[in-house]
């Protein structure tokens, strides 16, 4: 892979993160990966950790953004009461701050990472190799956003390839129409994240215009499992569960999207998505009447 040859893209990965200033495993696997661009973390004004965050990483660029008055820009499915831990807040703010530095492509990314690989097919199924070429990973990937009209891509994740050797083979060569977790975007494309919690699935299942979202399944990441780590999104998933969770998405798309099972390693409730109800159909000009 080369790097784009893209001059006038300014690129920015932007970690997303609250209360955690000593737990940021992202910072260290995006150098552990051969990422060499601009990082800038993003934080709200109701965290309290502010100065060791400033402490911890002082090259780099701590951007504070107002969290109150973030949560009038969109819709949180929620009252004006409601707690505001969450990280929808940061997401839709990051096309805003993106512009202000000058920026125009950035990555978002949770504070959690543990390693970016390259995925593969092979004889014996599907193999993950960490990579040392993040740059030229997120240079193709804006590579792929600049050559169409999506828009947001992102990097696959370990659920993506469950359901067995045959299936996870299948799903390892499709891209996907959602997109979760990171995001890399254009700020002269900007879109709204929807709803205070599970607001990446409440967003590309609401699409119903025609916006498309999409998930390359050649490169991935790995992070701390959800509810095993402290802070960030973790006290709402203990203190509402998945239920209230995936409601969310039900709020935002309610011919698409209900509440279910998913079963993997273990049975818990989960959203599940009716791409037939979810998305517009294209009918070939053929079949006009």
Request: glycine share 6%; hydrophobic share 35%; with cysteine.
């Amino acid at each position: 892979m080369k790097k784009s040859l893209n001059k006038e893209r300014r690129f920015v990965a932007f970690i997303l993160t609250h209360g955690r200033p000593d737990r940021v495993v992202t910072y260290k696997t995006l150098k552990r990966a051969g990422y060499t661009g601009d990082i800038v973390f993003v934080l709200d004004n109701e965290d309290k950790t502010t100065e060791k965050y400033r402490k911890n990483f002082p090259n780099e660029t701590i951007y504070v953004f107002d969290k109150e008055a973030e949560s009038r820009r969109f819709d949180t499915a929620d009252l004006p009461t409601a707690r505001r831990n969450a990280i929808v807040y940061a997401r839709n703010a990051c096309f805003w701050i993106a512009k202000e530095l000058g920026y125009t492509h950035f990555i978002q990314l949770d504070d959690d990472y543990t390693s970016f690989q390259h995925t593969g097919t092979y004889d014996a199924g599907i193999k993950a190799h960490t990579t040392k070429r993040l740059d030229d990973i997120f240079a193709l990937m804006c590579d792929f956003l600049d050559s169409t009209d999506i828009l947001t891509v992102a990097m696959a994740q370990g659920g993506d390839f469950i359901g067995g050797q045959v299936q996870a083979t299948k799903n390892a060569i499709v891209k996907k129409r959602k997109a979760m977790n990171s995001f890399v975007c254009r700020i002269d494309r900007p879109f709204s994240f929807l709803g205070r919690i599970n607001e990446d699935v409440n967003t590309y299942a609401s699409a119903s215009t025609g916006d498309i979202f999409l998930t390359t399944p050649e490169v991935r990441l790995n992070q701390v499992q959800t509810q095993s780590g402290e802070g960030g999104m973790t006290d709402i998933y203990e203190a509402q569960g998945t239920y209230v969770k995936s409601f969310y998405t039900v709020i935002f798309a309610p011919s698409a999207a209900k509440v279910g099972v998913l079963r993997d390693t273990n049975t818990r409730i989960h959203h599940t998505i009716d791409w037939n109800s979810a998305v517009p159909k294209i009918i070939r000009q053929e079949h006009k009447k």
